[in-house]
């Protein structure tokens, strides 16, 4: 746990520095999960279930507390047998019966336990359903960052290949290309623009899924910071994933609870205790006494009160109790199998992560390479194309071989984070006090279980429930504009021929 604290403490002070650099004015990875932290419905429903599910402490341990009741009638015999002597016109009674429980065959100790694991196991479900937001508020962040870049790539393509396309339409013009040449351009344009139709579509669905997520939308976001502590090998990640993974630890603590359960079942063909007392008031409202000098008068009121022990003992209940525990049981049987598939799911997502994080980052290596081979070449097709020893044919292939290179790399960047993030939910640091986040008082989940755990007053209640999490009804439809990208590599015309550069390079047609 120290080890932990410290690598959290490392964690904050990496956080940190790189967005205390940050610009005011972009949107910061820790701002966005800050938000969906205070604000998403997903978190603040689950947080509901389980305030919800303290309140079986103190439900289970009402079944071994003292019960009193009071009850009252009012009775008009309105016709009474002819043979009765005792029988009254009318009476009033008032009963109070207690009865306290001493021995219930240890079902109410094992429903207290039951109880009390549940909880631990929604902590851990809470801590859980924070880390998959977390996770989706990643991906979301960085979907944006990477369709945004995929935008402006093809938005600037688009550009660039319309300036070629006048390019080849002029030389067209003079006789120095013929029209396939200038087909060509025109079927690389037509393509582009599909392209970037497209990357715009997928945009705006990245923009709106982020608002679904973080509740806003998203402004200029801000590169994310470098994930820290990430481990060497996927064998180090699964051993500290099966320690620390939150829905790991929830399933053990149901099938904990599964347990006491069976003790529960168990308990209702044992001997029940209680010690009860009662006291009660008769009041025949007047109607008692007689005014013939009858011997037989009775008292208008009458008062008793009796204590005593009762014992239940079940002798023949029709085969329930023993259906009930073999029920237990075999809900408990499910729940040590459901740690099992639990615990090859989360070593499965801890492996997957680590292997897709590893093989993202060498695309990204591979992709940098590319991109500034692609550079190169696209240079040297134009330098040779001015010379005569390539055709636009050969430029527009560069170029495309250049944006398909870019796209890769942008593409990677954002699965190796992703990845990397998903890598770190799994292995259960993924979390609000993991990752330090800033946004106001971090949500204590013991907090509401102190508070209700001993209570045992009948009358109460929190009150009217009121949203916690904002609604996106009055968000603006999200679009495609992004911020223009300017590779002056790309700006260049395709043919640099002196004679043809005026015609060629026309910025009033972009």
Known sequence: MMLRTARCRRLLASVALIYIAAPASAETLREALAKAYTTNPIITGQRATLRATDENVPIARAAGLPSANATGDYTEFVVTAANSFIALPRQAVARANVSVPLYQGGQVRNSVAAAKTRVEAGRATLRGTEADLFTNVVAAYMDVIRDEAIVGLNTQNVRVLDVNLQASRDRFQVGDLTRTDVAQSEARLALARAQLQSAEAQLISSRENYIRYVGTPAGTLETPPTLPHLPDSPASA????IENNPVLIAAAKERDATRYDVGVARASRLPQISAVGGASYTNYLGSASTTDGSINTFPNVNKAVQAGLSLTLPLFQGGRPAAQVRQAEAFQSRAIE?????????????????????????????SETAVNANKL???GVRAENSVGTRTILDILNAEQELLNSQVTLVTARRDAYVAGFALL?????????????????????VANYQRVRHKIWDFGGDGEPVPVATSTAQSPAQDARVAPQRDPLLDTPVDRNPALTTGMAAPSRQ
């Open 425 to 445: 939910a799994a292995m259960g640091q993924a979390e609000a006090r993991d990752l330090g986040l800033d946004g106001g008082v971090l949500y204590d989940p």
């Open 377 to 379: 070449s696209l240079e």
């Open 338 to 366: 459901n740690v099992t598939a639990t615990e090859r799911n989360v070593i499965s997502q801890a492996r997957s992560a680590f292997a897709v994080w590893r093989s993202s980052e060498q695309v990204i290596q591979s």
């Open 238 to 241: 699964v051993t500290v994933a």
